[in-house]
């Protein structure tokens, strides 16, 4: 995929690329599609560590991510909603999809911001496979 096709399926706003990975952030259509067209898109922060621009640009699945987005994260929903007890009412909305050549995602994880936490500010992160298939395990990570 060339760069240019990239940025134009993800409605790209910034591409950077550091010595340690490629970061991009898009700019999609909310599922709520508020009709307050400026409230309606929602920006979705992509990074790929340890990356290079033109392995990013040479990695087959992001156009099949694209299409699959709503339901990817309608399902790793439904997995953090099992693991966090029914008293504690949390919005959980999409803000990053990562990916790591170390693997430590799998094929890449999306990334939910909590916000404050007893523990610090926690995310919330569910791995999928290269086959699109969601890991069990949650993952909770605190800054």
Same mark, same amino acid.
């Given at each position: ?32 599609? @508020? ?6 898109? =929602?920006? !979705? ?7 290079? *621009?033109?392995? $990013? %640009? ?10 699959? @987005? ?6 790793? =929903?439904? !997995? ?7 008293? *504690?009412?949390? $919005? %959980? ?32 992160? $569910? ?17």
């Amino acid at each position: 995929m060339r760069k240019l096709e990239l940025m134009t399926l993800w409605n790209v706003e910034s591409w950077s690329e550091e010595p340690y990975g490629v970061y991009f952030v898009s700019r999609r259509l909310g599922i709520n599609r @508020l009709e307050n067209e400026g409230q309606a898109f =929602q920006k !979705l922060n992509i990074s790929c560590t340890n990356y290079t *621009e033109a392995e $990013v %640009l040479s990695l087959p699945m992001w156009e099949q991510l694209y299409v699959q @987005l709503d339901k990817l994260d309608k399902l790793a =929903q439904e !997995l953090i909603e099992q693991e966090i007890p029914q008293e *504690e009412s949390i $919005v %959980l909305i999409l803000t990053d999809i990562m990916l790591d050549k170390s693997g430590c995602y799998d094929a890449f994880a999306l990334g939910y911001d909590v916000g404050e936490s007893p523990a610090g500010h926690l995310y919330i992160l $569910v791995s999928f496979d290269e086959d699109f298939t969601a890991q069990q395990d949650v993952i909770y990570e605190t800054l």
